[in-house]
């Protein structure tokens, strides 16, 4: 054999030993790679239809979430991807979850998957089904016979307080305003699984003209029919303020002409988004029209500057500025008469458990300040998927002046300046609590106040209670207005009355 032969066959039986070893190498990493790297072990998704939310949560067991963690996201909507998010670690070892923003409507199919870094992916689908709550519809159509049926009686007041049926036939029955002549004027807003219904909602005008402390019938005018969730609802020189969902209009002399009143002018234009559209507004002692402009989501940045904020303007809708951030989605405000200082109520995120964040009454003397969201919650809780930058900090927010609980839903507020109630309630913070609607124990459907001292809040008690019954609410308060006697109207969206709560020692 020649010494070429030789060094051919040694080079072949090498390369075979190296094809061998390699081959051996590969199927070793192979039985390895399932212990180290695998793909997420569960995807779960829910969608939370009045927040407009996606949650994915995953199930992906790690021993170092910056060196082995799902990287990428991807959501589809029916078939169409809408959303991919790439990350860099994830939050924990095992169990965790996002929260994506996402506009879906029932019937619409949602697809996630999670991608791990090494190998590996796991999907899940759902459909979107209506948003629910437990409520009991006292009635159907607002039909009036069956809201004299309303238990009032499961009210519980105070010594000396009671409760009685104001005006009915107010379908959805929301924000509550008073003209110097004691006309009061009521903004609507839709359930959020129908907000945007092409028919709208209607505006009312209530004048008690024989002062029996009852509306009847005759005495409750439609200003106007078919508007964009007319929520908020200001008055001011004769003219009535209403915000829709898109913009700001002004009905001008309107107490003469609430049977037929002139078509309403445009003052603003505002953005048109569903997710904490419904907007609240009220002149402050400056003369500015102010204007609750909620965040487009449960919890996210958002490039408009003026996306969770109180804004403020002239009465003609000019210069118009940000006076407050970080307001989540504040649906009711009001200014302390001694001071001029606003407070305002603001509605804690979703998502994040039955008992976190609190919602919150807050306190705004000044313009500028900055109460906490997208990134701080509570006033110390950091967003999940914000607070791991080593540069945030809760330090430079406005902490709550007042913890109101989790997910009790706070809305309309006014200081009390009657006289009819007893000194200890003048000066105090009354607040309706609209009541959870994703808590898993219901919390809230009630009114509480908030005592203030040296311009501090310094408690918090109880001050109306029963619309929860055993789990189940049959009654939603919203708003409330004192009346020039001192009596205190309450408005009730889910049965379209307004209570009016009244005292008497004897």
Known sequence: MSHKDKESIIAKVLSFRTVKTFAFLLLLFMMILPAIAHQPAQVNLAY??????????ATHQVSDPTSHYIFRIDVLKNGKQVITKEYTSQPTPSTFSYDYPLNASKGDILKATAYCIIAGSRSAEITVEDAKLALQQAR????????????LDKILLPPGFKIEIYADNLTYARSMALSPDG???????????????????????????????????????????????????????????????????RFDDIVDQLDSPNDPVTIKELPQYLVHGWRYIGFGPDG???????????????????????VRMNPDGSDTEVFARGV????????????????????GRDLLGNDVPSDELNHAPVKGLNFGFPT?????????????????????????????????????????????????????????EHGSWNRDEPIGYRLVTVRLQNNTAVGHEVFAEGWLQNGTAWGRPVDVQ????GSMLVSDDLNGVIYRISYSAT
């Open 288 to 310: 500015k029209l102010y204007v609750a402009l909620g965040a487009n989501c449960n919890s996210c940045q958002h490039d408009d500057e003026s996306n969770a904020t109180i």
């Open 183 to 249: 006309t009061l004027f009521v903004g609507t807003r839709r359930p959020f699984e129908t907000l945007d219904a092409p028919d709208g909602s209607d505006l009312y005008a209530i004048a008690d003209k024989n002062n029996n402390n009852h509306a009847e019938r005759s005495e409750i005018s439609v200003i106007a029919k078919g508007l964009n969730n007319p929520n908020g609802v200001a008055f001011k020189d004769g003219s009535l303020y209403v915000a829709e969902i898109n913009r700001i209009i």
């Open 48 to 57: 939370d239809s009045q927040n407009q939310s996606l949650k994915v949560s």
């Open 140 to 151: 159907a159509g607002n039909a009036p016979e069956e809201k004299a049926s309303l238990p």
């Open 482 to 485: 004192a009346l020039e006697d």
């Open 376 to 432: 701080c919650h509570s006033g110390s809780i950091p967003e999940p998927d914000l607070g791991s930058d080593k540069n945030y900090t809760c330090d430079s927010m406005v902490p709550p002046a007042w913890m109101l609980g989790p997910h009790v839903a706070p809305l309309g507020m006014r200081f009390y300046k009657g006289k009819q109630f007893p000194e200890e309630y003048r000066g105090r913070i009354f607040i309706a």
């Open 328 to 347: 989540r989605n504040s649906v009711g405000f009001d200014w302390d008469p001694e001071t001029g200082e606003l407070w305002f109520t603001d509605n």
